[in-house]
């Protein structure tokens, strides 16, 4: 079975600063996705970003990026120039691929990010 | 587009009561999935619908849980009867192909 940890339950960071967040997952596979999810206290699951593990090219989307090391099953996020809105839980997330079809996502148990202004 | 649409948005039972989640994906999305988060944990899935038919339900408790998704499209979480553990938030999401999209949720609380 996946497993994904996230080892950090809380980070706090200064606006506009850069923080990052860790996530190592265990998996067999060889083909997945994996992801980050930003859960505000609103419970609405918003995605983050993207990685397929078949592309070395790490994901980034504006201000947000990833760290992606296949071998060391280690995918973490980095937050440039935070920002107040940031603010949330940060939920690292696994899907395995499976062709044309859609698994359901394994979870870790989530960073609180906190933006101290 | 419009979201996915859950409700109630909250609900408050007492224990061995029963409770039922309705969820609305968006239009034309195949996949549908239920995950209940407990408080200070990831989500967890608790059954994926590819269409009508059942695709995963390994970690549903069947001995209480039940899920149904009429003509593919909506979809209803039943519990009964509900434990005090029972208590999280139920999220339902959609996907058309990788990326899933979450609803708002139901926060149960079971005294």
């Known amino acids: 079975a996946q497993t994904v940890t996230q080892s950090q339950p809380e980070m706090s960071v200064q606006e506009a600063e850069t923080v990052t967040l860790s996530c190592t997952y265990d998996t067999s596979e060889s083909d997945y996705y994996l992801f980050w999810y930003k859960q505000p206290p609103s419970r609405q699951m918003i995605l983050v970003i993207r990685q397929e593990a078949y592309k070395q090219q790490n994901a980034t989307e504006n201000r947000f990026s990833v760290n992606f090391q296949k071998a060391a099953k280690s995918f973490s996020l980095k937050i440039s120039d935070s920002q107040l809105g940031d603010a949330a839980m940060y939920f690292c997330a696994y899907r395995r691929y499976s062709g044309g079809g859609a698994d359901g996502l394994t979870f870790g148990k989530g960073t609180h990010l906190i933006i101290q202004p | 587009e419009a979201g996915v649409a859950q409700s109630p948005r909250y609900k408050i039972i007492e224990k061995r009561q029963s409770v039922a989640f309705w969820c609305n994906p968006i239009?034309?999305?195949?996949?549908l999935y239920w995950y209940q988060q407990i408080l200070g944990q990831g989500p967890k899935l608790l059954i994926q619908?590819?269409?009508?038919?059942?695709?995963?339900d390994s970690q549903l408790p069947k001995d209480r849980f039940s899920a149904e998704r009429l003509k593919g499209v909506d979809s209803t979480l039943k519990i009964q009867p509900a434990k005090l553990e029972d208590s999280a938030v139920y999220l339902c999401?959609?996907?058309?192909?990788?990326?899933?999209?979450f609803g708002p949720g139901t926060r149960l609380t079971v005294t």
């Open positions: 999401a959609s996907s058309l192909f990788y990326e899933q999209y």
């Open positions: 239009s034309g999305h195949a996949t």
């Open positions: 619908f590819q269409n009508n038919g059942v695709v995963d």
